[in-house]
């Protein structure tokens, strides 16, 4: 099932007629919704007996046979790898060092015993994503002793004792994954010891995520650990009962890892092209024994490509969404392509939470949710009723992004910091979060609820969302209303303080509505300061203007898909809500 490029064309084309078009709903609901924090609830008791009997189920004589040997070690096939690798990281590995998110590490210094790097970069390591990288360049003959020869070392470091990161649930499936679909990188050696090495260790991976698969955290993390519980059901000889046992585990969590719009539940965009590229590639494992993929598992990539298109700007990029940075258009286009699914974005997620507005080759992406529930991300973000907006190839209003890339580039300080209302494009009240962000790391009190209303006019898409995270400490409700001309010219707003039924009010409450800015963008006020010019580099000329307030221009930061963050701008628009609430009329402007 191969798929056909997709366009980026900002217009959002139409489905594809033949037998490969997913079905998509993407009609605009008009009238109000509300949306709430989804409760944050373990697994019910008949969820647990259920699993209990599965367990039990496959635990067979036949099992018991398998741990003893009675079946040979090999592989039944080199499925193929979907997605293709970086280049540039593979050429860096030839060239003697591993290259991540503008990290290196020579190889004479790969030590897995003390690895002293950025988490992120420990997990491509761990994970053996960097074969994909290594194969995209140069040929086999060159890249099979580099590749051996790290394989040799993490074995004889953690072959035989289980510790993570290297035996996380997550890391230890991407391991399957990779060492199946590059198994010429990493097999072609005729030392048997070595290669009965690999492939006891494949075994003995896929009997560590039978164990630990339903105890891991939820969220894509677990999703992927029984991917790769499937994987290895079709890989080795005697899996008929694992994939038994694998397949209704994996049913199960895909039912509880994903909105029915698609969406993943950390509301990640990251978390969504790991889900969609695991899945691609389990398929492409069943491909390789010729036996159909689940219809679960088609269902689900053909909902959840749809919504994370929804989350692409108009150069194909990603946005910045709950911790993820801005993913480019080139690797987005090549997950989305190795799903074999083509659609059309998704324009309304109200499940996801994330509604796209567009008009011409102007993309609006606003957060029209509650953040994540805690225990189901690492890198949640205070960022409802935020919005970005490209016109073209230039990014003009954006979030900092980049939370959950944490490293060397990233500290854990800043990390903590692009987690917070102020590092995304919307409203603050008193200086504090609209969802706290507590001193564990854990998303605390705030938004519980988000009530939208959206509708397509003769004026333009029109969106209107209100959330209650300041009502318990302030008083006042957050609405913000944002209209989108039909030819994409104009993007009107107003942001609305209101005082929140049955509370008291003391005194005036400070706010602070913030408009990160592009990295190409350089902005200066006008002579009355209730305006500004924004120039984009060898591109179009946009004006903003505010009805209210005190305007300023600050810096600030935008972080790359890589990891690294950029300086920027940003306008700073700041008042006082009295007693009775507030109201701040703005509109950016393409004027030239």
Not at 9 to 16: E, G, I
Not at 196 to 222: I, W, Y
Not at 230 to 254: I, Y
Not at 354 to 359: D, E
Request: glycine letters at 10%; charged letters at 20%.
């Amino acid at each position: 099932m191969e798929g056909r490029p997709l366009t980026s064309a900002p217009a959002d084309p139409p489905l594809d007629s033949g037998a490969d078009a997913a079905p998509l709903d993407d009609t605009i609901e008009p009238g109000k919704r509300l949306i709430r924090l989804p409760a944050d609830k373990g697994l019910s008791l008949g969820d647990r007996v259920a699993n209990a009997i599965t367990r039990l189920t496959w635990r067979t004589p036949l099992h018991a046979f398998r741990l003893k040997g009675r079946f040979p070690l090999k592989l039944l096939g080199v499925p193929a790898d979907p997605v293709p690798g970086d280049a540039r990281a593979g050429t860096a590995i030839r060239a003697g060092h591993f290259l991540h998110r503008g990290l290196k590490l020579p190889l004479g210094e790969l030590d897995f015993a003390a690895l002293n790097v950025a988490p992120p970069f420990a997990d491509y390591l761990h994970s053996f994503a960097w074969l994909r990288d290594l194969a995209a360049t140069g040929t086999r003959a060159d890249g099979v002793p580099i590749a051996e020869a790290v394989v040799r070392h993490w074995l004889g470091t953690h072959g035989e004792t289980v510790s993570e990161p290297a035996w996380k649930a997550d890391n230890t499936a991407w391991r399957i994954l990779f060492w199946a679909s590059h198994a010429p990188l990493i097999l072609s050696s005729s030392d048997l010891v070595y290669r009965s090495a690999v492939l006891n260790h494949l075994a003995r991976a896929a009997r560590h995520l039978d164990r630990v698969a339903d105890k891991t955290r939820p969220g894509t993390g677990q999703m992927v650990a029984w991917v790769g519980i499937v994987a290895a059901s079709l890989l080795m000889p005697g899996g008929e009962p694992r994939q038994v046992f694998g397949e209704a585990g994996l049913r199960k969590v895909l039912e509880t890892s994903f909105y029915a719009d698609g969406g993943n539940i950390s509301r990640s965009p990251q978390a969504q092209l790991d889900a969609v590229m695991a899945l691609s590639m389990l398929a492409r494992i069943y491909d390789m024994r010729r036996i159909e993929v689940p219809p679960f598992v088609q269902e689900v990539l053909a909902r959840a490509v749809p919504a994370l298109l929804g989350l692409v700007h108009s150069d194909g990029g990603m946005g910045s969404w709950q911790g993820s940075g801005a993913t480019s258009a080139a690797t987005v286009q090549a997950i989305v392509n190795a799903s074999g699914v083509r659609t059309r974005p998704l324009k309304q997620a109200r499940d996801w939470g994330y509604q796209r507005l567009v008009a011409n080759k102007v993309v609006l992406l606003a957060d029209a949710a509650p953040p994540p529930i805690a225990r189901v991300t690492e890198a949640g973000c205070a960022s409802t009723l935020a919005f970005e907006l490209s016109d073209g190839d230039e990014r003009i209003v954006v979030n900092c992004g980049g939370a959950a890339l944490t490293g060397a580039t990233i500290p854990a300080d800043l990390a903590r910091g692009l987690r917070t209302t102020a590092a995304h494009s919307t409203l603050t009240l008193g200086d504090s979060n609209s969802t706290a962000i507590l001193a564990n790391g854990s998303l605390g009190k705030g938004v519980t609820e988000v009530e939208l209303d959206r509708r397509e006019t003769p004026q333009g898409s029109r969106v209107e969302m209100s959330h209650d995270g300041y009502a318990r400490r302030h008083g006042l409700i957050h609405r913000r209303l944002l209209i989108l001309s039909p030819n994409g010219r104009e993007l009107r707003g107003e942001d609305m303080l209101l005082p929140a039924p049955r509370t008291r009010r003391k005194g005036d409450k400070g706010f602070t509505m913030r408009f990160h800015l592009g990295r190409n963008i350089s902005a200066s006020l006008t002579a009355d300061k209730l305006g500004a010019l924004l120039r984009v580099g060898g591109g179009p000329l946009w004006q903003f203007r505010t009805s209210e307030g005190t305007l300023d221009i600050e810096q600030s930061l935008w972080v790359d898909g890589e990891g690294r963050p950029h300086p920027t701008e940003q306008l700073v628009v700041t008042g006082n809500a009295p007693a009775g609430g507030a109201s701040v009329g703005w509109i950016f402007k393409h004027i030239g």
